[in-house]
């Protein structure tokens, strides 16, 4: 399998969850082995920041990516499109300290990155497969891996609400499945939070326009769910985000009970500090027939949802 990027630069304005204010994003090809690059663009100048279980400096209501100079903020919605669609290499223009929300989901960057197109390059694509069982446990959360070809995920909540309850979901995780079942899926908060969270200079950008609002009975929105489990595929599409931090595809069969972004980077930082012992990397076959890799990684078009 080659390494791919997109086609074309795209562009979107939007406003940021937490600070309500309009940020610019561009997404932009990149060459082989490059990677997700974020560039954070400011009055002097640009820092660059490649996504590291380490750089995560923040994740109370969103992951936040940081140096100790730069920040961008609620990056796991765009980095489960681009891991979703198997995206390797593309640079991530921010001008803000944060992605745009949209509409709470990964929908409208799976647009984005279907206008911009896919294409090949001239590199076999290199995973980094979990090669031997892993349980990570804390406050009766836990998250366990296990090796298997592909990166699949069986992911269960339980929250004490009646529209929620429990609700499991087991996925193979691949293009298409990506964009049909995970994608669409909004993030969500309860209203009795709104005023703590407001007081706090927080999610002020929120709306109903770009999350699923619950009070203590249903949902506010007046469009309802977009699926009946919607609550457990975002909280997959996050974590798909999350492991996309770790800056290279990951193969391996995700079992995760009732975690978030805390609880998803305290355990990719122990899978990336214990990498020798529980990860290894694999290059991916490249299929027959198909082009062998080219030095300078000449683009070729790849089907978007293929």
Known sequence: ???????????????GLHSGKQVEMVLRPATEDTGILFSLRNESGSTFLTPAPSLVVETGLA???????????????????????GIDNILVEVTGKELPIMDGSA???????????LRKLGKPRTVLAVKKAVEFEKDGKYIKARPHKGFRVDYTIEFVHPLIGSQQLELEITPKNFVTEVAKARTFGFLKEVD??????????????????????????????RFKDEFVRHKLLDFIGD??????????????F???????????????????IYLEPVTLPVPEGAREPVRGGRLEPVAATA
Do not use: W
Request: proline share 1%.
């Open 63 to 85: 992951t936040v990516l940081g140096d100790g100079h730069q920040s961008v903020a609620t990056v796991e919605h765009l980095l489960a499109a681009i891991s979703g669609m």
């Open 258 to 276: 009732a975690s978030g972004h805390s609880m998803n980077n305290a355990f990719l930082r122990h899978l990336d500090e214990n990498r020798d």
């Open 196 to 225: 703590y969270l407001h007081a706090n200079g927080l999610a002020l950008g929120g709306s109903l326009d770009n999350a699923v609002v619950l009070d203590e009975y249903g949902v506010l929105n007046a469009e309802g769910l």
């Open 107 to 117: 929908a409208s960057f799976v647009y984005l990155l279907k206008q911009a197109g």
């Open 243 to 256: 492991m996309a931090v770790l800056g290279a595809p990951l193969h391996g069969h995700f079992e995760v």
């Open 1 to 15: 399998m080659l390494q791919t990027t997109i086609h074309k630069s795209v562009r979107c304005t939007g406003i």
